[in-house]
C-alpha cells in the first residue's frame, strides 16, 4: 500500500526556550561575588542574547515560510525572502506583508536594532587599540579613555539587564506578530505552541475510491511567565500540556 508523508519542523521554540534558561542561570550566578569586572552570569547572559536574537530571526523564518502557504499572503514572495542577505531587508519584506510599520528610531524595533548591533559585535568582533597618550592620572583617565570604545567592546554590556531586555524584546516580537495576525491567519495560529511538529501519512488503499488520512501530532508547548526581578523583569518560561493545535 503506498502512502503519502509530509512533515515541518519549527525550532524557534528551542531556542527562545533556551535563551531563557540561559537568562535565568545568569540570573542566579550573578548573586555570587564578583572575582573580577564581569558579573560572575556573564557566560550564561551573553549566550542567552545571542540566542535571544537567534530566536527573533527563526520566528521570522518561520512565519515567512507559512506565509507561501496562505491565499492572503499570495503577493508574498518566500524564495526573494530567503534570498535578501540583510536582516532588515528580510524584516521589511516580512513586516510588509505582515502590515507592522516599522519605526527603528523607538520601541521595539529600535531594541531589535541594538540587539542586532550587539550580536554583531559578538559574532565578529574585531581587536582595537588605545595607542601610547599621556594621562594626567592613573585612576580615572584610563576609563575615559576606553568610554571612547565601548560601543567596541561586547562583554560590557553582557549583565542582568540587558540579558532580561533581549529576552523579553524577543519575546514583545513573537506576540506582536501573533496578535496581529491572529484573526486572520492560521498560518500564524499554528506556529503559537512552543514545539510543535505535524507529521501526515496518507495510506492509499490499492482498490479504494478515496484516500485514508492518518495524521499523527506531537506538540510540547512553553508559556511565558513574568518573573520579577528587583529593577526589571525577565520572562522565562516553563513547560506546558498544551499542545497548541486548535
Excluded at 515560510?65 to 491565499?71: I, K, R
Excluded at 524584516?91 to 505582515?98: F, K, T, Y
Excluded at 520579577?228 to 493545535?245: C, E, H, K, L, M
Aim: charged share 25%; hydrophobic share 40%.
Amino acid at each position: 500500500m503506498p502512502h503519502e508523508y509530509s512533515a515541518q519542523n519549527h525550532d524557534w521554540d528551542l531556542t527562545l526556550h533556551a535563551a531563557g534558561e540561559l537568562v535565568r542561570a545568569g540570573l542566579a550566578m550573578d548573586k555570587k561575588p564578583r572575582t573580577g569586572n564581569l558579573s560572575m552570569g556573564f557566560s550564561f547572559f551573553t549566550g542567552g542574547m545571542v540566542l535571544a536574537f537567534a530566536a527573533i530571526e527563526s520566528f521570522s523564518a518561520s512565519v515567512a515560510f507559512a506565509m507561501q502557504s496562505e491565499e492572503r499572503f499570495e503577493g508574498f514572495d518566500f524564495q526573494k525572502y530567503r534570498g535578501k542577505r540583510s536582516f532588515w531587508d528580510k524584516m521589511e519584506l516580512l513586516m510588509s506583508a505582515a502590515g507592522i510599520e516599522i519605526d527603528k528610531s523607538q520601541g521595539l524595533f529600535r531594541d531589535i536594532g541594538q540587539m542586532q548591533q550587539w550580536r554583531n559585535l559578538v559574532t565578529h568582533s574585531s581587536p582595537y587599540e588605545i595607542g601610547p597618550t599621556e594621562i594626567p592620572d592613573a585612576i580615572k583617565a584610563p576609563g575615559r579613555l576606553h568610554r571612547k570604545t565601548m560601543h567596541l567592546d561586547y562583554a560590557r554590556m553582557a549583565d542582568p539587564k540587558n540579558a532580561t531586555k533581549f529576552y523579553n524584546t524577543a519575546v514583545a516580537y513573537i506576540d506582536l506578530l501573533k496578535e496581529t495576525n491572529r484573526p486572520r491567519t492560521p498560518c500564524v495560529r499554528q506556529l503559537q505552541g512552543a514545539r510543535q511538529r505535524a507529521f501526515c501519512v496518507k495510506a492509499v488503499p490499492a482498490r479504494a475510491g478515496r484516500a485514508l488520512w492518518l495524521c499523527h501530532r506531537t506538540a510540547l508547548r512553553f508559556l511565558l511567565v513574568r518573573v520579577t526581578i528587583p529593577g526589571w523583569a525577565v520572562a522565562d518560561t516553563a513547560p506546558s500540556t498544551n499542545n497548541g493545535f486548535r
